[in-house]
């Protein structure tokens, strides 16, 4: 036994060799290393790049009108990528990216500063613990990632100059204030932009949706129906301008969750074929609701002709699907009826439709724990999330002692090409390193012919700076190339006014660029993460683990101390793991050569299923501790309980926590079916009856003469019919990927449980 043990490090390192050597012949043999990624030109954001540009201008100009360029170029050093990260997040969390940013680029410029002061070597373990938080920061979303990114890259930029403590504190107060500067014009910007962002994105859900009911009349019913669109992450909604009155707040909320309740009934709608009879007109209504939103006026009057468009379309009588339809009706009329308040100034109700009492007094503290309990979950080899943070900091902990060694004119580009070029997966790291060396090289020669115009003075050449900067913030999202190109001038002309050679600038750059991407694609090669053997098993075990943590939570919440607090937040921190990497997976696959059956398009439509059965889980668990903190036994916020009957009588908590166990012990039976499905890639077998277990569960609850058991049904509907719908989406989604590798005839369609009217509660 210990033998085996023994061998299994090695036999798994021949294993990423040989996964290295295919996918390295198979990227060649296509031309894929030449790829410089797609031209997202839609993606220009001229308003927030010119909002970047002059927060970075503005402490140059600052430092030149006071004599003191080196401050204004230290400032700037901060409000560069402040600015760069000001592009993340919608309002509030756009500035708290920033500020977050700012204030870890502060300490990072003190750290580096002080460091190569008092010695070289002594950066090693400064480099490799900021790289590795880097890139442990990336299992918090692309916001997260961003700035993890900077506190590294100014660590190493600080470097650069050597500074005693005195000075480096100075420098790090200036990065600190540039960085502000950059929030602060965030702020600035809610004055000129209030209710922009949020009618926009909530257009852009109704013109999905509409998208959606278009394609689903003319998708041929043998063809399978995809899920609708995910509506309900409208950052810009959810995260709304603050400046903007309140009741606009409350009615854009109101009307982003009725488009997530269109959603559902549309797919129920579209579940029974193409009814275009219904599907048309409510494609027209909503693309309606899309152009009103972008008109900013006159609500009312576009409210009452998409009122009457409603109206018209009439339901067929006796078929399976008018109870959808009907729903489906009825949500119309609901986003409508608000549309047409959006211009009405009256009493209504100013706070968020938020069905939990102190979620916002809870929210910042539980988002930080959240944070933090995600963060220790990916320590360790154990994740995907964190391999890549500690082959980050090994690779640009490699770079930093090169860069010692070889005693190369600023060095320090190796570790910053390594920080941006190193990614999860080959393809990104690929072309980023590609995109890296031709913007260097382009952006080169530009800078050259920039630098020329320090003879017409370094006013001039300040200026051309900020236009420099400004068009890259406004590439940055098209593609990296074009931003490497106009941030390679940038550095060239920067230094120039600090009085480096703008020839010797250029070619330190290319060196450093050069070895930095060829240590980074060797560190990849060194450690790879191929997906293509295991992205099956993560996603298998993102079901299983979903659907645990889901079973406990409701078993918790219909009968109080069931389960103990160690074993929820156990459950939980697998659970979050297994998502970080069936996410990371199913990234990954979308940049290596597809290998069906296991596509990056099926490892996306699961994912989507899984961050759907994990927000439900969150959901009741916030019920649950809400309930605990209260001190009460019974979960709060929901109706009040009818007249007719005892809510807690010992026989309809008994039935309804018996009927909760079984719907729990469907949803874990149902996800190891698609589990199974998933390790073998074969067709899924019969799936539980989750439908009619949840309308059991359901009419415990609110059946004739039951009663409402504490209003448990409020919550509880919306969570379980979640869960079951998602499972069974995602056993219908693997049929039908997967029944074509099965000789025809032999697949046995999954068990269809069904829809019932009880999903319309939720």
Request: charged fraction near 15%.
């Amino acid at each position: 036994m210990e033998d085996v043990k023994s061998r299994e490090p090695l036999s798994l390192i021949a294993a990423w060799f040989r996964s290295s050597r295919r996918m390295l012949a198979a990227e060649l043999s296509q031309g894929g290393w030449l790829n410089f990624g797609a031209f997202r030109w839609s993606d220009i954001d001229v308003p927030r790049a010119l909002r970047a540009g002059v927060g970075m201008i503005t402490p140059l100009a600052l430092g030149l009108a006071t004599n003191h360029l080196e401050y204004g170029v230290f400032a700037a050093l901060g409000a560069l990528p402040a600015g760069m990260v000001s592009f993340q997040g919608a309002s509030r969390t756009r500035v708290t990216a920033v500020t977050f940013a700012a204030v870890g680029m502060a300490v990072a410029t003190f750290v580096g500063g002080v460091c190569a002061y008092l010695s070289g070597w002594l950066l090693l373990p400064a480099i490799l613990i900021f790289s590795y938080l880097a890139g442990l920061m990336a299992t918090l979303g692309q916001r997260f990632l961003v700035v993890g990114l900077q506190w590294a890259i100014q660590l190493v930029i600080a470097s650069s100059i050597p500074l005693g403590p005195g000075d480096a504190g100075l420098r790090a107060l200036l990065v600190l204030a540039g960085g502000l500067w950059q929030g602060a014009l965030v702020v600035a910007s809610w004055t000129v932009t209030s209710g922009n962002q949020e009618r926009n994105s909530l257009a852009a859900a109704y013109r999905l949706l509409a998208g959606y009911a278009v394609d689903s009349c003319r998708r041929p019913a043998s063809s399978g129906q995809v899920p609708p669109p995910a509506v309900f992450d409208s950052q810009a909604v959810t995260d709304p301008n603050p400046l903007l009155r309140a009741q606009y707040r409350y009615r854009f909320l109101l009307l982003l969750q009725e488009a997530d309740r269109i959603r559902v009934s549309l797919a129920a709608v579209a579940g029974y074929g193409p009814q275009c009879t219904v599907l048309e007109p409510v494609a027209g209504v909503l693309g309606g609701v899309a152009d009103a939103l972008e008109a900013r006026r006159g609500h009312q009057a576009l409210a009452d002709a998409l009122w009457e468009r409603v109206a018209a379309i009439e339901l067929p009588a006796d078929v399976p699907w008018r109870w959808a339809a009907a729903g489906l009706l009825g949500e119309l009329r609901g986003s409508v009826r608000t549309l047409g308040r959006l211009d009405v100034r009256d009493a209504e109700p100013t706070a968020e439709p938020v069905s939990l009492p102190g979620h916002k007094r809870g929210a910042r503290r539980s988002a930080l724990k959240s944070a933090l309990l995600t963060l220790a979950a990916n320590v360790g080899t154990s994740t995907e999330a964190g391999r890549h943070a500690l082959r980050l900091a090994l690779v640009a902990g490699i770079g930093e002692i090169v860069a010692q060694a070889s005693g190369l004119p600023k060095a320090y580009w190796i570790v910053l090409t390594i920080l941006i070029v190193l990614r999860p997966d080959y393809a990104s790291t690929i072309y980023r390193g590609v995109q890296r060396a031709g913007g260097t090289v382009i952006g080169g020669g530009l800078g050259l012919a920039t630098a020329l115009l320090l003879h017409a003075g370094t006013a001039v050449l300040v200026a051309a700076v900020g236009v420099t900067m400004t068009v890259a913030y406004a590439v940055f999202a098209v593609n990296y190339l074009l931003f490497a190109v106009f941030l390679t001038d940038f550095v060239v002309t920067l230094l120039a006014l600090l009085g480096e050679t703008a020839e010797k600038t250029v070619t330190a750059r290319l060196i450093g660029t050069g070895v930095g991407a060829a240590l980074a694609l060797i560190g990849y090669l060194a450690w790879p993460s191929w997906e293509g053997e295991s992205a099956q098993q993560k996603l298998a075990r993102l079901f299983e683990t979903q659907a645990h943590i889901g079973a406990l939570v409701l078993r918790a919440y219909v009968r109080p101390g069931a389960v103990d607090a160690r074993t929820l937040q156990a459950a939980s921190r697998t659970a979050r793991k297994a998502r970080s990497d069936a996410e990371a997976s199913a990234d990954r696959l979308n940049d290596e050569p597809s290998r069906p059956p296991m596509t990056a398009r099926l490892a996306y439509s699961l994912t989507g299923i899984g961050r759907r059965m994990a927000h439900a889980s969150l959901t009741l668990q916030a019920a649950l501790e809400s309930t605990r903190a209260s001190g009460t036994a019974e979960p709060s916020g929901t109706a009040e309980p009818s007249g007719t009957a005892e809510p807690n009588s010992t026989a309809q908590a008994s039935g309804a926590a018996a009927a909760a166990d079984r719907f729990a012990d469907g949803i874990e039976t149902a996800a190891r079916v698609v589990a199974g499905s998933l390790r073998s890639l074969g067709v899924p077998g019969d799936m539980p009856p989750l439908r009619e277990l949840q309308t059991a569960l359901y009419e415990q609850l609110t059946g004739p003469g039951q009663g409402r058991l504490a209003g448990q049904d409020t919550v509880l509907s919306g969570v379980t019919d979640e869960l079951a719908d998602a499972l069974d989406s995602a056993a219908d989604i693997l049929h039908r990927r997967l029944g074509a590798t099965v000789a025809a005839g032999t697949a046995q369609p999954p068990r269809a449980s069904g829809l019932s009217p009880a999903e319309g509660t939720g």
